[in-house]
Nanobody, 121 residues
Framework: QVQLVESGGGLVQAGGSLRLSCAAS????????MGWYRQAPGKQRELVAD???????SYKDAVKGRFTISRDNAKNTVYLQMDSLKPEDTAVYYC???????????????WGQGTQVTVSS
């Protein structure tokens, strides 16, 4: 069984910074893509940023230049450095691991439980 555990959320003032971490554990051989999504109250979950095992990244336009995603493949961990935070960044942030290989024939996608990020104005 694969588990994703997020940490690093909290309350911060506008203009501040937070760093989220997500560690995947279990019988993992490799992970193709790791990403961060967020869901604000009354809104759909949206992709914030993701990163491939090779280090290629993509970002939602609204966070480009403010957020940085990185990963440590040896630790199966992904990070999201969030700078210049705005009140509209307030949401529950979820980690996703896509294409998780647990055997030669088995791959799956997994989600973390979410961590709250609140940015006050």
């Amino acid at each position: 069984q694969v588990q994703l555990v997020e940490s690093g959320g909290g309350l911060v003032q506008a203009g501040g910074s937070l760093r989220l971490s997500c560690a995947a554990s279990g019988n993992i051989i490799s992970i193709s893509v790791m990403g961060w999504y967020r869901q604000a109250p009354g809104k759909q979950r949206e992709l914030v940023a993701d990163i491939t095992s090779g280090g290629s990244t993509s970002y939602k336009d609204a966070v480009k230049g403010r957020f940085t995603i990185s990963r440590d493949n040896a630790k199966n961990t992904v990070y999201l450095q969030m700078d210049s935070l705005k009140p509209e960044d307030t949401a529950v942030y979820y980690c996703e691991a896509r294409g998780v290989a647990t055997s030669f024939h088995s791959r799956g996608d997994y989600w973390g439980q979410g961590t709250q990020v609140t940015v006050s104005s």
